[in-house]
């Protein structure tokens, strides 16, 4: 079965680091998603792509996120300099057909940890 | 904004039955459903999309009320499998905008 792959599965580093989290979308699916989970705040949607251009970000904190697509196999995120409340799961999802009516398929996460 | 599911929580005896409720202030084209469970990624369920049809996948169904701007998702016979916590993710149109999920409905059947 088609999958998203995301690595790594789990960060454990320092505040203050730069963290990269990747993300190969499955293949054909022009939609890509990032996704930030914790216990108090559920499930943020924090940007999304639609051929490989970001249509949305305003959930990102600008200062020290940045998400890319540097061609259709892969979707980067990154945090400089991490914060200990950046600590959380990252999902993200790729989805096909160019419309919100098409199902996200998620990738296993990246799990994060900012000492 | 964040749509507002409930309940937050509910626990289950096998076999009994359950609905959990996804409602949004904006006005809505269509409503996915996952499920999640403990350490896991979240697992599309089915999409409603605008004109109130109601959907089923095995014993797990939903219907969705434009007017009303709400989906409800209703488990019947509930086996153990349905456990985990459920979303609801609607969206305001086709255009590809996607608003965000709502905080989630943690389900636990017991035996």
């Known amino acids: 079965d088609a999958r998203v792959t995301q690595t790594p599965r789990h960060k454990v580093t320092e505040m203050g680091q730069e963290v990269t989290m990747r993300c190969q979308p499955i293949?054909?699916?022009?939609?890509v998603f990032w996704y930030r989970q914790t216990m108090m705040q559920g499930l943020e949607l924090l940007a999304y792509f639609r051929n490989r251009a970001p249509l949305d970000d305003s959930g990102m904190p600008k200062d020290r996120f940045s998400a890319e697509m540097p061609d259709a196999t892969l979707a980067t995120l990154k945090i400089q300099p991490s914060e200990p409340r950046d600590s959380a799961v990252y999902f993200c999802?790729?989805?096909?057909?160019?419309?919100?009516?098409?199902?996200?398929?998620f990738g296993d996460g990246t799990r994060l940890s900012i000492l | 904004q964040q749509p507002v599911q409930s309940p937050q929580a509910v626990i289950l005896r096998e076999g009994e039955d359950a609905v959990i409720n996804c409602s949004s202030s904006k006005a809505l084209y269509s409503v996915h459903w996952y499920r999640q469970k403990h350490g896991e990624a979240p697992i599309f369920l089915m999409i409603l999309l605008k004109g109130g049809e109601q959907k089923g996948h095995d014993k797990i169904s939903a219907s969705f009320n434009e007017k009303k701007q709400q989906s409800s998702l209703y488990l019947t016979a509930s086996q153990l499998s349905y456990s985990g916590t459920y979303f609801c993710l609607p969206s305001n149109s086709n255009s590809g905008y996607a608003l965000n999920f709502g905080k989630g409905t943690s389900l636990l059947v017991t035996p």
């Open positions: 293949l054909g699916h022009n939609t």
């Open positions: 999802a790729s989805g096909g057909g160019g419309s919100v009516g098409q199902p996200q398929h």
